[in-house]
């Protein structure tokens, strides 16, 4: 019964921020491995960032430095933050977890940067 459920998603203008958090139930959180994907319209889906259990990050090259990953274990989330957002930063944004040899995915949550 593992459930992702992401929040924070919405409407921000170009060169504003933005933090999503996914809540993570029924898996032992701390052990596995967290990311972020996203698909915008027409696009495949693409790797935002990862973490791993224990804490260390890796990011889409055209991504690092204006988004943050990071988890929180004590309240079973991974959180992604969202700074210098672009219109093209537009997409659905997927929250994953992964305990091998299970992959999770969360539902997603849209987010509309506006120009």
């Known amino acids: 019964q593992v459930q992702l459920v992401e929040s924070g998603g919405g409407l921000v203008q170009a060169g504003g921020s933005l933090r999503l958090s996914c809540s993570a139930s029924?898996?032992?959180?701390?052990?596995?491995?967290s990311g972020w994907y996203r698909q915008g319209p027409g696009k495949q889906r693409e790797l935002v960032a990862i973490?791993?259990?224990?804490?260390?990050?890796t990011y889409s090259d055209s991504l690092k430095g204006r988004f943050t990953i990071s988890r929180d274990n004590a309240k079973n989330t991974v959180s992604l933050q969202m700074d210098s957002l672009k219109p093209e930063d537009t997409a659905v944004y997927y929250c994953?977890?992964?305990?091998?040899?299970?992959?999770?995915w969360g539902k997603g949550t849209l987010v509309t940067v506006s120009s």
């Open positions: 029924g898996v032992t959180f701390r052990t596995t491995r």
């Open positions: 973490i791993s259990s224990g804490g260390t990050p």
């Open positions: 994953s977890v992964s305990l091998w040899p299970k992959d999770y």
